[in-house]
């Protein structure tokens, strides 16, 4: 039986997915008199070089045709139209999202959101999206300390965000582009002694990226100890491993379980007791990939690799579902779209790109 200050919660949900089944959050005392309303929240999630081909059109069949894998992975991904394929790959991006609130970068429709710092890897990406400009001295994936502040230290920095601007991310460069030494944001990678057991004994596939599962709970774990942070940031990882490893399977089917995360994700935060509902949702990407059969990747040899895509939902969003009338979107303006979710003016920041026009 749950206790009436917990109905709404997702604990079932949270259990199933988790490993195991989260702690209870703490009990809030009511208060008597009238309950202020909550400040806005922010989760920001990046799905690593997850292209826009997918996000709006599902598996694709320059992709699927001519791999020996093609007839299985048709079966399980394959529906008669783009909307059907879409909805299979992101049941919550096209059931929810797109209902309530609405995504940016359809190319084949019209639509349109690029890069700008010209080289379409990683750390130029995170740089570019997270502080609001492309910088040019950010030309490799090394972990080298970002010399820019990134619009999560620049938040954490303002009344009523500090030690409440937290992360956590799949690859293991995120406390370097988001500087935590200086900004004192954590980036919880695989310190926290649980997360960083299970990692121990999971497969390590990859050198620099850990499942995305293990950040998916350390991302709820943060949700449900105490108070909650006003911005929390994800970055998952697992899609641009499969595709550099050029298995599109597991590239579709990591895309979907992202899915289901942020769905996970969003609901805990919204149903938070000291959110009730007052959170932005935004989702995007560093950088896109090649097209049909050069999916697997990306680089500045690959400008097709520069087109991605945002996805938002919440308070300030309009529902306007796919948009087609935004066609020239850049990666910079994710910055300024962040802090306007949470009711702040990041554009008093020099030479930073202003907020997409979510209304
Ligand atoms: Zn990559």
Avoid at 54 to 74: K, N, P, W
Avoid at 116 to 121: I, L, R, V
Avoid at 127 to 134: D, I, K, P, S, V
Avoid at 329 to 336: D, F, G, P, S
Wanted: charged share 25%; with cysteine.
């Amino acid at each position: 039986m749950i206790p009436g200050h917990l109905r709404g919660w997702t604990i079932p949900m949270l259990c199933a997915a988790a490993l195991a089944c989260a702690p209870a959050p703490a009990v809030v005392p009511s208060t008597p008199g009238p309950v202020a309303d909550p400040p806005p929240h922010l989760l920001l999630v990046t799905l690593d070089g997850l292209r826009w081909q997918e996000v709006f059109g599902g598996a694709d069949s320059l992709v699927l045709r001519g791999r020996a894998d093609s007839a299985e992975l048709t079966r399980a991904w394959w529906r008669p139209t783009r909307e059907a394929r879409r909805a299979e790959l992101l049941p919550f991006l096209w059931g929810e999202v797109a209902r309530r609130g609405q995504l940016i970068g359809d190319r084949e429709a019209g639509g349109g959101m690029r890069v700008t710092n010209g080289k379409y890897f990683s750390y130029p990406g995170y740089n570019e999206l997270l502080t609001g400009r492309a910088d040019g001295r950010v030309d490799s994936n090394d972990k080298i300390a970002n010399p820019n502040v990134t619009v999560l230290e620049w938040l954490a920095r303002r009344p009523g965000f500090a030690g409440r601007v937290v992360a956590a991310s799949s690859w293991d460069a995120f406390p370097w582009i988001i500087n935590t030494d200086r900004s004192g944001i954590p980036v919880e990678a695989g310190q926290d002694s649980v997360i960083a057991r299970m990692a121990e004994l999971l497969p390590r596939l990859w050198k620099e990226t850990r499942f995305d599962l293990l950040t998916h709970r350390s991302a709820l774990d943060r949700l449900w100890a105490g108070e909650p942070p006003r911005v929390l940031y994800v970055a998952l990882g697992e899609t641009d491993e499969w595709a550099h490893d050029g298995n599109y399977g597991r590239y579709l089917d990591a895309a979907r379980r992202n899915d289901a995360m942020i769905r996970e994700l969003y609901q805990a935060f919204a149903g938070h007791p000291a959110v009730r509902g007052n959170v932005a949702l935004i989702v995007t990407v560093d950088h896109g990939r090649g097209d049909g059969p050069l999916w697997t990747d990306h680089g500045r040899d690959r400008p097709e690799a520069g087109w991605v895509w945002l996805a938002a939902l919440g308070p300030g969003v309009a529902a306007r579902g796919a948009r087609t009338d935004v066609r020239d979107a850049t990666l910079a303006q994710v910055a300024a779209t962040a802090a306007a979710a949470l009711g702040e003016d990041y554009t008093v920041v020099p030479a930073v790109a202003g907020p997409l026009p979510l209304r």
